[in-house]
């Protein structure tokens, strides 16, 4: 007979927080599992060698325009009034990305007032107009923007991110980048924004500091925990029938052995150097869109506000096909028919176990860190009232 009303598989924000949740609100007796040697998931933070604290998979920004998000995680933390902006390198200038009214300015020189009157007359001040909805304009000094932030940002952008080709390269991807009609160079225009004071990993020791709840590292739920889809007595806690709880937050098919195929995902290579300098580069985060392998180059003080510490750590990231050998990690779900199809045969299995489906991974899709604790609380709730 388990000691446990619920084991919660992965100690991310999803994991994390209907921990929380079920040990808090519930009172229940909760064990949280996770493979890797760390709490955090993909958002664990730690000093380097250097002393610099560092995003080890790669940077998170929080950002949220949900209230309850905010004041959820706010008594984890403190803030760090972080605000984002991105440039993108184009040659030899540095743009502001989203594009906007500055960006405008910066690339079309004397034309740029005339250019931002146009666009604002046409979609009203501060709108944010998709490129596909510009390339479909009539005048054709609007479909020159849309073609000039769709070669110079996003196409090369994204032909590296997802590793595809032009006409691989879904229109309704496209259709998400926008021309934003301000100028505000802030990367995300959410009204609560920032940093953890003292980093991620802080956030959720605090987070996860309850008598209800127990973490286990370094332990792969299928050495403790057998599933029989189907069956009567679907899972079973060290040999004996369970009958709490279980949410699982990780890879859905490799749980199950990868049986109908692996779904595929899209992986990242992090290259981190220490430069013996106050600053490397002149924001937070610089996109290479038009040049280099890599995709971006993160300089980790901008994000945490070491400005005091000597020296920078900065990491450049490789995209890459997730192929599940030892050491890659499933970052971005491809979705298109065919892989969502598959992946609803994996929900069917964990269906048929009694578990439930929670984040990127289990879930098969892609969360904001603001979405999935959102998710999470209502996934909470839902599970105290069965």
């Known amino acids: 007979m388990s000691d446990y009303d619920s084991i919660v598989i992965g100690a991310g924000f999803a994991g994390a927080v209907v921990a929380r949740e079920l040990a808090e609100r519930g009172g229940e007796q909760v064990l949280v599992l996770d493979e890797r040697d760390h709490i955090g998931g993909n958002c664990y933070d730690a000093a380097d060698k250097h002393g610099i604290l560092i995003h080890c998979y790669g940077p998170h920004i929080f950002h949220t325009n949900i209230e309850r998000v905010y004041k959820y995680l706010s008594r984890f933390t403190e803030w760090f009034d972080y605000r984002h902006e991105v440039v993108a390198k184009v040659g030899d200038k540095e ?200 995709t971006r180059i993160t300089e980790f003080k901008y994000l945490t506000g070491e400005t005091d510490k000597s020296g920078t750590t900065i990491v450049r990231e490789y995209p890459f096909a997730y192929t599940g050998a030892e050491g890659e990690i499933p970052y971005y779900a491809i979705n298109n028919a065919e892989n969502d199809a598959l992946y609803e045969k994996y929900k069917k299995l964990a269906s048929e176990c009694g578990l439930t489906l929670l984040g990127r991974l289990a879930e098969y899709k892609y969360y904001n860190i603001d979405a999935i604790v959102d998710r999470a609380l209502d996934v909470a709730l839902e599970l105290m009232d069965e």
């Open 95 to 294: 743009i502001p990305v989203p594009f906007n009214l500055n960006t405008l300015k910066m690339v079309f020189g004397s034309e740029a007032d005339e250019l931002a009157d146009l666009l604002i007359e046409r979609f009203g001040a501060d709108a944010r107009v998709p490129i596909l909805e510009l390339k479909k304009a009539d005048d054709p000094r609007l479909k020159k923007i849309a073609d000039y932030v769709y070669q110079n940002i996003f196409l090369k952008y994204t032909m590296k991110q997802w590793g595809k080709s032009p006409e691989e390269i879904d229109p309704a991807v496209s259709g998400r980048v926008p021309v934003v009609l301000s100028k505000d160079d802030r990367y995300f225009q959410d009204t609560y924004q920032g940093m953890p004071r003292d980093g991620y990993t802080a956030l959720f020791e605090k987070l996860l500091d309850h008598p209800g709840i127990r973490v286990k590292l370094g332990t792969n739920a299928s050495d403790l925990l057998e599933f029989a889809p189907g069956t009567i007595t679907p899972i079973y806690w060290r040999g004996e029938v369970f009958e709490g709880k279980v949410i699982f937050t990780g890879a859905i098919d490799e749980l199950f052995d990868c049986r109908y195929g692996r779904l595929p995902y899209r992986s990242l290579r992090f290259d981190f150097e220490y430069f013996d300098r106050d600053v490397f580069q002149s924001h937070g985060v610089v996109n290479y869109t038009v040049s280099e392998d890599f």
